[in-house]
C-alpha cells in the first residue's frame, strides 16, 4: 500500500471537503451525507482525491454513477473514483 492508501486526511479539512461536496440534488447530498457519517474520521488522502473527482461532475452525471445506471469511464475510471463510488453505492 502506498502513504496515499492509508495517510489519513486531515481532520482541518474535512469542513472544506464536505462543503465542496454540497451538491444541487437533494439525492446526492444524501449519498455525499451517508459517505461523511461513515468515512469522516477515517478518511485518507486517496478516498478525498477520489471524492474531490466525483465532485467535478455534474448532478445528473453525478447521480448516474451513483445509482450504477453507469460506471466511471476515460479519465475518471481511477482506481480511487472507484473506491469511493463503491464505498457510496453502499446501502444504508
Not at 439525492?27 to 465532485?55: C, I, K
Request: with cysteine; aromatic share 6%.
Amino acid at each position: 500500500m502506498t502513504g496515499m492508501e492509508t495517510a489519513l486526511f486531515d481532520s482541518g479539512d474535512i469542513g472544506r471537503l464536505r462543503w465542496r461536496c454540497r451538491r444541487g440534488l437533494l439525492e446526492n447530498d444524501l449519498f455525499v451525507e451517508r459517505f461523511f457519517n461513515r468515512y469522516e474520521h477515517s478518511l485518507t488522502l486517496r478516498q478525498a482525491e477520489g471524492l474531490r473527482r466525483l465532485m467535478d461532475l455534474a448532478d445528473n452525471d453525478l447521480l448516474d454513477l451513483l445509482l450504477a445506471r453507469k460506471e466511471p469511464d476515460g479519465e475518471l475510471a481511477s482506481p480511487e473514483v472507484n473506491e469511493v463510488l463503491a464505498q457510496m453505492r453502499q446501502p444504508a
